[in-house]
């Protein structure tokens, strides 16, 4: 009988410790099936904080599930939200037509939630797939973004590797709250292969996703990876008057998800709902009888605990310390006290004079050793190799970095995208400089790393970002560039208010003159081609007269002379690739040329490079253009602003450029050099009277390099001959 009455009073013991490990108001339930739903979300009206946190138990299914408006909740936890995922799909029959097509969208617009850009990460899958993902943030904040999976043989797809080859992963950014994912194909599914009839992409957390290439064929195990969600409240700061929201015991804090608000969490020694009335509560750590924190006494107090040790015995009592050891009576106490005061004293000193030295050591011993990782040596003697009128590289140490952007200020940042964060610096000769902190070196690439970084500071360009030097101490390397104080052109094209850019058709013009420039001279003047790789408006740089500096070089190459091509995994910027390049993983330099030429669409039309405002067949601005040309309606799609005569023909004149750029094959596109010297041929038009006469001239020929073909060598060189008389250098 007793036996019966201790198991009943363990069952109940049990049931209340549960019940306890979730914190809920009073008669609201804290279950939906097999979902707990702590405070502050609620089910029913009056359970949860905030009337957008309720959560509807539908229980219809078995078991039950549990929603937030639309979203389907998996998990809640204190800091974090998981909801189903939504997998975007299109499938296609073995003639390569399309037969389902449905996108990935979720939206939050009007919930507190917003999607985490650390846990999440969108894949996408695919023999022939490219996954586009277009959303709005919050306010003008939008975004577009995606990556592409290729692959022709299912031997070269491997499980776990989302590189590129059937799979594909991209981040989004902060503050995200509408996804809207499609997939489409980049070769008009013609390598549809008897495993892959079906492109999918989705968001999910990057842990509870690992690729199979069962996946390119089914979804089933893509269902379960849930979409993590962040959560706070409101749009206020931790300075307002929070003390309505964080309850007795608890702090506030802003959370980092890049859309603001607040959450409350409990102070060290407290458990519960910091939303409750009652606030958090204090945590018994000496409850449990054998997992408390105390080897012998444990006594609670309010916040913390107290450790005590049996008479006859000292010690501080903890497990953590040095519990609690018999007291041996032959020695006085006073004695005892003395020595082993002393020897603590003497120990401390010595341990922590050794501890520091140590450290200092490995210190210095970690940054040698990423000095030497990342090619420190190298550099150093290709630097000494490459003397003689070039100004040197200078190597920073991590010390004069730190100092100048004021130990990484986050006040200081310039720009942060998916290549690393710029901050601005200021160096002690108050020099003002960009250093760009990489987000990963890859080491097998150290050797061209470190020739590039010799050749762009050896570049002397003006129209090129100037390298001034670099730090190698780090885990990644540091680079530090000159400072252009303009921001970029993409914005000032595409200005977030809505309204009309405010760069004349003239500066416009000259823009692209100095960024063909740049690009002609990277692909010519070195004694190895240099290809950017991410030409793009994002990556033209103005100074306070607008004039063009490209910059970001973290993608480019050193075009091997031999041809013997490495295929590289495709890089660049959706919008802006070249259509050839991203088939035969081919690099050359006419892929600068494409993109170049989306530039000039950008400044002709003042549009964006990928937008899904406007109509699907006009998603990208390439095609966009030039079926616009094609069909004779291009003037439609120009924004110039009011232009004179001789301006109407210029923009003509860079309009036929810009189509022969955007030719889909790259031996048909003008070189770097041809298109700089044409657009300084344009301008040349109204800047020196005395020039109309060539440029005349010029106009005839470049009607006869229509004509005939094999021409446009000598075209290009009278173009030179103009450039060279209106520099005179
Ligand atoms: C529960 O789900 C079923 C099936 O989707 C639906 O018909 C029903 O309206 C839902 N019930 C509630 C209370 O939302
Ligand atoms: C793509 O292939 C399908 C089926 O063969 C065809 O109907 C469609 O016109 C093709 N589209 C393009 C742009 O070539
Ligand atoms: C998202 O939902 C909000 C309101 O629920 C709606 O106004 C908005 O148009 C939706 N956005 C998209 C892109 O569907
Ligand atoms: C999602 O993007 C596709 C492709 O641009 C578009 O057709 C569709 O309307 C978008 N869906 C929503 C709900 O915005
Ligand atoms: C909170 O404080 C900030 C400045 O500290 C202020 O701009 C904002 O309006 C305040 N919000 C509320 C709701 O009081
Ligand atoms: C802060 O808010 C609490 C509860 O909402 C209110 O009682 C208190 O007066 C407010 N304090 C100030 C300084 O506004
Ligand atoms: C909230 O409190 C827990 C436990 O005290 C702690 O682990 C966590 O880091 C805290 N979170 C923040 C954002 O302060
Ligand atoms: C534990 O410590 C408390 C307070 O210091 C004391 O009242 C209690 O008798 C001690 N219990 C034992 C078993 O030593």
């Known amino acids: 009988m007793p036996r019966k009455l201790l198991l009943l009073f363990l069952l109940l013991w049990l049931l209340f410790e549960l019940a306890a490990a979730i914190k809920q108001l009073p008669g609201c339930q804290a279950k939906c099936g097999n979902i707990d739903i702590p405070h502050p979300f609620g089910i029913g009206t009056g359970c949860s904080y905030i009337p957008s946190f309720s959560v509807t138990c539908n229980t219809t299914f078995n078991p039950p599930k549990a929603f937030i408006g639309d979203l389907e909740v998996v998990h809640i936890s204190k800091w974090e939200l998981r909801i189903k995922n939504v997998i975007g799909r299109n499938c296609y029959d073995r003639s390569g037509a399309l037969t389902t097509a449905i996108p990935s969208h979720i939206n939050l617009t009007g919930t507190q939630f917003t999607f985490s850009s650390t846990k999440n990460k969108v894949t996408v899958l695919g023999c022939d797939a490219v996954g586009l993902i277009g959303s709005t943030g919050l306010e003008e904040f939008s975004y577009t973004g995606g990556c592409a999976s290729v692959c022709d043989r299912v031997e070269n797809v491997i499980d776990g590797s989302c590189s590129g080859e059937g799979c594909c992963q991209t981040s989004i950014p902060k503050g995200l709250k509408v996804f809207n994912a499609t997939v489409g194909t980049l070769n008009n599914n013609s390598r549809v292969q008897p495993f892959d009839h079906c492109n999918s992409a989705f968001l999910g957390d990057q842990d509870m996703y690992r690729f199979k290439v069962s996946d390119l064929s089914t979804t089933s195990s893509l269902e379960d990876v849930p979409v993590v969600l962040n959560f706070a409240f409101g749009l206020q700061s931790c300075l307002n008057n929070t003390s309505g929201i964080c309850k007795d015991n608890s702090e506030c804090y802003e959370p980092d998800n890049g859309v603001g608000g607040l959450l409350c969490n409990c102070t060290n020694g407290y458990e519960g709902s910091p939303y409750l009335n009652q606030g958090c509560e204090d945590v018994n750590e000496c409850e449990d009888a054998i997992n408390n924190p105390c080897t012998d006494n444990c006594t609670n107090t309010v916040g913390s605990y107290h450790c005590s040790c049996p008479a006859g015995t000292y010690g501080d009592g903890r497990k953590d310390g040095n519990g609690c050891s018999p007291r041996s009576d032959g020695l006085p106490l006073l004695q005892i006290m003395l020595g082993l005061g002393f020897g603590l004293l003497f120990l401390v000193a010595g341990g922590s004079w050794l501890y520091w030295s140590l450290k200092k050591r490995k210190l210095i011993k970690l940054k040698e050793k990423y000095f030497e990782e990342n090619g420190g040596l190298l550099l150093k003697q290709r630097i000494s190799s490459f003397e003689g009128g070039f100004e040197s590289t200078k190597i920073f140490t991590t010390e004069e970095l730190k100092l100048a952007t004021n130990n990484y200020d986050k006040k200081r940042i310039l720009g942060q995208g998916g290549f690393g964060t710029v901050y601005k610096g200021i160096l002690p000769d108050l020099k003002v400089v960009a250093i760009k902190k990489s987000k990963i070196a890859d080491k097998n690439q150290l050797g061209q790393f470190i020739n590039e970084v010799v050749i762009l500071t050896n570049i002397n360009h003006r129209n090129v970002v100037k390298l001034i030097g670099c730090c190698l101490e780090t885990e990644v390397p540091l680079l530090v560039y000159e400072f252009v104080s303009n921001g970029n052109l993409y914005h000032h094209l595409h200005k977030i208010d809505g309204m009309a850019t405010s760069i004349s058709w003239k500066d416009r013009l000259r823009i692209a003159s100095e960024t063909a420039g740049a690009l002609a001279y990277l692909h010519s003047a070195a004694s190895i081609p240099i290809i950017h790789r991410d030409v793009k408006s994002a990556n033209i740089l103005l100074d306070h007269n607008y004039t063009a500096k490209v910059a970001d070089f973290g993608a480019s190459r050193m075009n091997p002379s031999d041809k013997t091509q490495i295929s590289t995994l495709v890089q660049g910027t959706l919008g802006y690739l070249d259509p050839e390049y991203l088939h035969t993983s081919q690099l050359t ?141």
């Open 589 to 729: 330099e006419k892929s600068d040329v494409y993109s170049f030429g989306v530039v000039l669409a950008e400044l002709l039309t003042g549009e964006k490079a990928l937008s899904f405002k406007r109509s699907q067949k006009q998603t990208n601005l390439a095609t966009y253009f030039v079926q616009s040309m094609k069909e004779n309606n291009l003037s439609q799609l120009l924004q110039v602003g009011e232009l004179n005569e001789t301006e109407m023909e210029q923009v003509e004149a860079v309009a036929e450029l810009t189509k022969r750029c955007l030719n889909l094959k790259g031996d048909d596109r003008p070189s770097m050099k041809e298109i700089a010297a044409e657009l300084e041929g344009c301008r040349g038009f109204d800047r020196h009277p005395w020039l109309i006469q060539i440029s005349n001239e010029e106009e005839n020929m470049s009607l006869n390099t229509k004509q005939v073909d094999g021409a446009s060598g000598q075209y290009s060189m009278q173009n030179e001959m103009m450039l060279s008389m209106n520099f005179p250098r």
